[in-house]
């Protein structure tokens, strides 16, 4: 009767996890360059039944595997391209293909897919006041005018006194090997890396201007995970209860006979 303990609140437990997966999926269903998140959960520590006779022990049965507990194994990002937004923000910049932009942040050099750009106090284009975006040698770039157009990702525009030049070329970088195993994902939209992670410049991929990449969290394909989890997590707790309450009968009523 105790196995029912273990295997309804780590059941519990996944369910609440998963619970807020979801929600921060949906939460960000309008962010852009959002990459949803899915848990996985698993068993743990598996183990083999027996049945044996009632005095000789010494003979018995393989019934089968079971586990007790059943816990969050990993919880994997959805790297699939979005779908694109066309905005008219001259700020704003869209990746199509594989890359990430690259912000120097005060916890260095972090990665996002976020093109929703503006420009600080000093004219450098920045993140949601997250960072500076880094151009090409890793110098941040500085638009003096909002007169200016962009051809693959350099900017060209002119100064306050009209001279043309070029202000510079967004850097998008990728990185060898699955997203998986080198990225990490850190609040408000951004990556970071291990040290060992091979950083590639990404050329094969098409910054589009005025364009915003949109969330692949998909609204509806969360309402029914969320709803699905919710009704385990009722449905445990329920069965809990009645747990709770046969226990409390076994340990009173029982105990007097």
Aim: hydrophobic share 30%; charged share 20%.
């Amino acid at each position: 009767m105790y196995q029912g303990f273990y295997n309804l609140t780590s059941g519990m437990l996944t369910q609440q996890r998963t619970l807020n997966t979801v929600s921060n999926n949906m939460v960000n269903v309008q962010t852009p360059g959002y990459k949803s998140d899915k848990m996985v959960s698993s068993t743990f520590e598996e183990e083999m039944l027996y049945r044996t006779g009632k005095r000789n022990k010494s003979r018995y049965t393989e019934l089968g595997v079971t586990s007790k507990i059943r816990t969050a194994q990993r919880t994997y990002v959805n790297y699939e391209q979005g779908s694109f937004n066309p905005t008219g923000g001259i700020y704003d910049f869209a990746l199509s293909g594989r890359g990430f932009f690259c912000i120097d942040t005060p916890n260095g050099v972090q990665y996002t897919r976020n093109g929703s750009f503006r420009v600080d106090e000093e004219g450098y284009l920045t993140l949601n006041n997250l960072g500076r975006v880094q151009g090409e040698g890793g110098q941040p770039i500085q638009i003096t005018s909002e007169d200016f157009v962009v051809t693959n990702g350099t900017i060209y525009g002119r100064d306050m006194d009209g001279t043309s030049r070029e202000f510079g070329t967004l850097r998008v970088v990728d990185f060898e090997g699955n997203y998986q195993d080198v990225l990490h994902k850190e609040d408000y939209g951004l990556y970071s890396t291990d040290a060992a992670a091979q950083e590639v410049n990404q050329t094969e991929s098409a910054v589009i201007w005025k364009t915003l990449e949109r969330s692949n969290s998909d609204m509806v394909e969360e309402m029914t995970a969320m709803m699905t989890a919710q009704r385990a997590l009722q449905s445990g707790a329920q069965v809990l209860k009645m747990y709770d309450q046969v226990m409390s009968k076994s340990a009173t009523d029982i105990g007097r006979l």
